[in-house]
């Protein structure tokens, strides 16, 4: 008998998970016991078409008919399923139904519909888990009344999978992620991403209202120009523009950055937009940037024709004194803008935010800011637009969720409405390459409005819980000398997010004194290529570690520091934190066995 992938089937029935209820009273909506798993009473959350969920209320034989009541039903399984996954971390772990009691808000008239009404509940459990699975024992019950009124309430219980089967050594973990459309189509294994929202791992994970948007989408034609604009203010709307602003969609943010230059170049000016990249010497072309801030996005700057101007370098980043000497020196006038990455991160300038701003505004420069990975928290979608910035630049792939081909830019709306006629869909514009499709721009849309409907708070929650899962398996390993959770400003974005950091102990004079001065800032710097991260070599001890990871199965990507690895848990589910966990700790028992490690037990800071 085939095994179903309830996750997988989730997808492919188009499911959308509400938001776990909030609880009532004093309980647990989800109660772990050993091997089995009880869910406490569920009612029906019902979408909106605004992307919202509300509760489904009524009686039947009185507000509510037999279908609309069975609808509900439904609608509980799937909310249920919500609390499942929140607390388990994947719906793989349940192993299958136990059974089901079943309330519905009824009139005496209708009780002989209520099997009927219940099939609804077990319709879905059935289709997620499979009919093996998915059945259960049963019990449908009418009920004079139900709390708020709803119209159906139902309880269950569950067994779950013994850990081992769910992905702890072995073949069997291997065997548990084998199910999935890279390895069928051509072999290629899913990785466990323990690095973060990588370009080369395809950005993050995308909630599936935001893919059910992109598939409608693609069914139907619209025109790109309007269609742009309205979701440019829908954009806008969410992350709180100020008057006089407006967001602008672009395929991703090193895209977003080649755009904006483009418009601050170009304007609106139809001659100089269709000879780009060639530029005279007339035109506003120079573009101003921190010598010490992360210059690798210079060649899409360049790619408009722009010359870029460095100031400082990583030593002695740019200084408030050199910025005006070339504001006011010989190219004055010539600027386009100026380029700034992160201003939130003191590490990145020598010069605040503010001073940038005071002396762009003083020789009317534009500031546009790259803030492609920092997001969370949630409230830099307006930091940056309420100090008045003129452009800030997101990535659409990263926390956003939307797809790794899509980008935000907010700014002022003459910026964007210059912005427009310098890319796609026009012709003749040297960002016509830089296509955002319907579908990304549905897309990110959906995305967006699905993630502000969180809290930053719940997301760190997931995070703690995650990193406690890993902490837990490491726990008293041998090779492994000190396990430790803590944030590094600036190092790996966003730098926001606690990552959890794993000493290693080698047996040899693997680690040098400069090895060991890096390692207090805790990050390798450019050891890790993050165009490939799984072409990582095993040099020494770290590397070895994660090469074994990222060749073994599952493929597990982390990255290095001087002393050890780094696990950043921003796109682990709690599922794959375990999984990860047990593969760290086995595979530093093998290196502890060929001599790699030498045996010690971690401490916590």
């Known amino acids: 008998m085939d095994v179903v992938d309830p996750e997988r089937k989730l997808l492919e029935l188009g499911y959308v998970l509400p938001p776990v209820p909030e609880k009532a009273g004093l309980y647990k909506l989800v109660n772990v016991v050993g091997n089995r798993c009880v869910v406490c009473g569920h009612g029906p959350f019902a979408p909106r078409k605004d992307g919202t969920f509300a509760l489904v209320q009524g009686k039947v034989g009185d507000t509510l008919t037999v279908e609309q009541a069975k609808a509900a039903a439904r609608y509980t399984a799937i909310c249920m399923l919500a609390s499942l996954r929140s607390e388990l971390g994947s719906l793989r772990r349940i192993g299958r139904l136990v059974r089901t009691f079943g309330l519905v808000n009824a009139a005496h008239s209708c009780v002989e519909s209520l099997p009927k009404i219940m099939d609804g509940f077990s319709e879905v459990m059935r289709d997620v888990f499979g009919p093996a699975a998915g059945v259960g ?76 948007a992109m598939v409608e989408a693609s069914q139907h034609f619209v025109d790109l120009n309007a269609l742009q604009r309205e979701c440019g203010k829908r954009l806008a709307t969410l992350c709180r523009c100020p008057t006089g602003y407006t967001a602008f969609l672009t395929t991703g943010a090193a895209a977003g950055l080649a755009v904006t230059v483009a418009a601050c170049i170009a304007g609106k000016d139809p001659d100089i937009i269709h000879r780009l990249p060639k530029t005279s010497s007339n035109d506003k072309r120079m573009v101003i940037m921190d010598g010490g801030n992360d210059t690798r996005w210079a060649q899409s700057i360049e790619t408009t024709g722009a010359e870029i101007r460095f100031l400082g370098n990583e030593r002695q980043p740019m200084t408030a004194r050199q910025l005006q000497a070339e504001l006011s020196g010989l190219n004055r006038g010539q600027h386009a803008c100026i380029v700034m990455y992160d ?50 630049v997101f990535s659409g792939g990263k926390q956003l969720s939307g797809t790794q081909t899509s980008g935000l830019v907010l700014a002022r709306r003459e910026l964007v409405e210059a912005m427009r006629l310098n890319t796609s869909p026009n012709e003749n514009t040297v960002c016509r390459p830089m296509k955002c499709s319907k579908e990304d721009m549905l897309g990110l849309v959906t995305a967006v409005e699905y993630y502000m409907k969180g809290s930053d708070e719940e ?25 430790r959770v803590q944030r590094l400003d600036g190092a790996i974005q966003p730098s926001i997010i606690p990552k959890l950091f794993l000493d290693l102990c080698p047996a040899g004079p ?72 047990r593969r760290i700790a086995e595979e530093c028992r093998k290196m502890v066995e060929t001599g790699e490690l030498m ?6 800071l």
């Open 137 to 212: 024992a049963r019990s449908a019950v009418g009920a004079g009344t139900l709390p708020f009124n709803i119209a159906v309430e139902v309880e269950a219980e569950f067994e779950l999978k013994p850990q081992a089967s769910v992905g702890s050594r072995g073949a069997s973990e291997g065997e548990q992620r084998s199910d999935h459309i890279y390895q069928r189509l051509f072999g290629l294994p899913s990785v466990i991403n323990c690095i973060g929202s990588f370009t080369s791992l395809g950005g993050s994970r995308m909630p599936a209202v935001a893919a059910q």
């Open 343 to 392: 201003q939130t991160l003191p590490a990145n300038t020598a010069m605040s935010l503010e001073a940038v701003l005071r002396l762009a505004r003083s020789y009317s420069v534009p500031l546009v800011v790259d803030a492609a990975a920092q997001i969370p928290p949630r409230s830099n979608l307006w930091y940056w637009t309420e100090r008045g910035v003129d452009a800030v």
């Open 459 to 483: 997301d760190f929650a997931k995070y703690r819980k995650a990193l406690d899962i890993v902490s837990e398996r490491v726990r008293n390993v041998a090779g492994i000398s000190r396990v």
């Open 599 to 604: 045996a010690a037990s971690p401490s916590r």
């Open 510 to 581: 693997h680690f040098s004194k400069a090895a060991a001065t890096e390692a207090k800032s805790g990050f390798m710097k450019n050891d890790v290529d993050h165009g490939n991260p799984l072409a990582l070599q095993p040099t020494d001890p770290p590397k070895s570690l994660v090469h074994r990871l990222g060749t073994g199965r599952p493929c597990i990507v982390a990255n290095t520091t001087a002393t050890g690895i780094i696990i950043n848990p921003q796109l682990l589910t709690l599922e794959e934190a375990d999984i990860a966990g």
